[in-house]
């Protein structure tokens, strides 16, 4: 009787907790593989919650905390941990209480590739995969712009999917070979690359088509501040605000919303939203970043997190892709501002389009096995 061929397969080690600046580029790539080649599996595991469930959870609630209450912690964590011999401490003191873990569920998927994007336990399970396979290859996918964090860079990674040219630049610095680095972009949904129906979608949410929008993307608490701000303005322009899951926001944002503003929850029309704005507003987290850069849709950043967020607020400024504003009372005139010069943005903005990162990446991928 003759055997059934085993379908290849890639594995994808990343990590949902602490927002989705990881899961959310392993979903695209994920994505775009099936789409390509339907004979290849994709198996996308968060390695944190598979290597300890306590400690993930422990890190993403300080880590929510420390960003809301006190940011500053997260840049001293942040600094204490970029460095090679810090990492390196972190994933041999680890080494025998995950080894068998990741021995485990290398032989149980059996990956002909794996792909990572969480730079936390990316050098310990390189450290293993290449005890379990030592031919089959290991990438890695960088998801942070400027700010790259030694993380990354450790272990004989066989290639780097990078953002951009200024990304391959700092790996190079760092000792990476140029020849390993793959300058893609950060993937995003392949939805991002569909035409969108701008005048329907704002009237489903009873806007005026004929106007200028702004996509807003609240985050905390605080960001109440930046509504008001624009709705007492009178910009002439439409507001689409989404909280996300936060309920609490929601009676707080309509308290202030005015006739031209929506006010939405958790939603899946994210890409149709971007799509349908001229400006977003937006925290500074890789993965957003690329999504507006994706479709040329000019930012304001009115939040920074310390640490690789710092680097993503960098490439917007350095590039002229937007603007970083911190303070709430100043954004309904840098609104003003990125309205005013819309075509000086546009221009920009091109150089830097990737609506097709994903398919890039997966093509690159399917190469290697």
């Known amino acids: 009787m003759q055997?059934?061929?085993?379908?290849?397969?890639?594995?994808?080690?990343s990590c949902e907790r602490g927002g989705k600046g990881h899961i959310v580029p392993a979903l695209a790539v994920a994505q775009a593989i099936k789409k390509i080649n339907k004979n290849i599996n994709?198996?996308?595991?968060?390695?944190?919650?598979?290597?300890?469930?306590?400690e993930s959870q422990a890190h993403n609630n300080s880590y929510i905390f420390m960003s809301k209450y006190f940011p500053p912690v997260i840049k001293i964590g942040f600094f204490l941990t970029d460095s090679k011999l810090s990492m390196k401490f972190l994933a041999y003191s680890h080494y025998p209480f995950y080894k068998k873990k990741l021995v485990n569920l290398y032989k149980k998927e059996n990956p002909n590739l794996v792909l990572s994007d969480f730079p936390h336990w990316q050098y310990l399970s390189w450290l293993?995969?290449?005890?379990?396979?030592?031919?089959?290859?290991f990438v890695s996918l960088v998801t942070d712009f400027l700010k790259i964090h030694n993380g990354w860079t450790l272990g004989s990674i066989n290639s780097y999917i990078v953002p951009s040219e200024q990304t391959?630049?700092?790996?190079?610095?760092?000792?990476?070979?140029?020849a390993k680095i793959k300058v893609f972009g950060i993937p995003v949904k392949l939805t991002f690359s569909e035409s969108v129906n701008r005048s329907r979608i704002l009237k489903k949410l009873n806007l005026d088509s004929a106007k200028p929008t702004v996509?807003?993307?609240?985050?905390?608490?605080?960001?109440?501040?930046?509504?008001?701000n624009i709705c007492q303005e009178h910009l002439k322009i439409n507001l689409i605000v989404v909280a996300g899951r936060n309920q609490q926001l929601l009676p707080k944002i309509k308290e202030f919303a005015n006739k031209d503003t929506a006010v939405l929850g958790w939603t899946n029309k994210?890409?149709?939203?971007?799509?349908?704005?001229?400006?977003?507003?937006?925290?500074?987290?890789?993965?957003?970043?690329?999504?507006?850069?994706?479709?040329?849709?000019?930012?304001?950043?009115?939040?920074?997190?310390?640490g690789q967020e710092e680097g993503n607020a960098k490439f917007i400024i350095k590039n002229g892709?937007?603007?970083?504003?911190?303070?709430?009372?100043?954004?309904?005139?840098?609104?003003?501002?990125?309205?005013?010069?819309?075509?000086?943005?546009?221009?920009?903005?091109?150089?830097?389009?990737?609506t097709d990162s994903a398919v890039k990446i997966a093509k690159y991928l399917l190469e290697l096995i």
């Open 3 to 13: 055997k059934t061929k085993q379908k290849k397969k890639i594995l994808i080690l």
């Open 42 to 54: 994709v198996k996308i595991i968060d390695i944190y919650d598979y290597l300890s469930l306590r």
């Open 128 to 137: 293993v995969w290449k005890k379990v396979y030592q031919s089959r290859k």
């Open 168 to 178: 391959a630049k700092v790996l190079e610095k760092r000792g990476i070979d140029k």
């Open 215 to 228: 996509l807003f993307l609240p985050s905390a608490k605080s960001s109440i501040d930046i509504i008001k």
């Open 270 to 306: 994210m890409p149709d939203l971007i799509k349908s704005s001229d400006i977003v507003i937006t925290k500074a987290g890789g993965s957003t970043i690329a999504e507006c850069l994706s479709v040329t849709k000019p930012t304001i950043i009115y939040q920074v997190i310390p």
């Open 321 to 354: 892709l937007g603007i970083v504003e911190t303070d709430f009372s100043k954004i309904p005139e840098k609104i003003r501002y990125i309205l005013a010069n819309q075509n000086s943005y546009q221009k920009r903005l091109n150089s830097y389009r990737q």
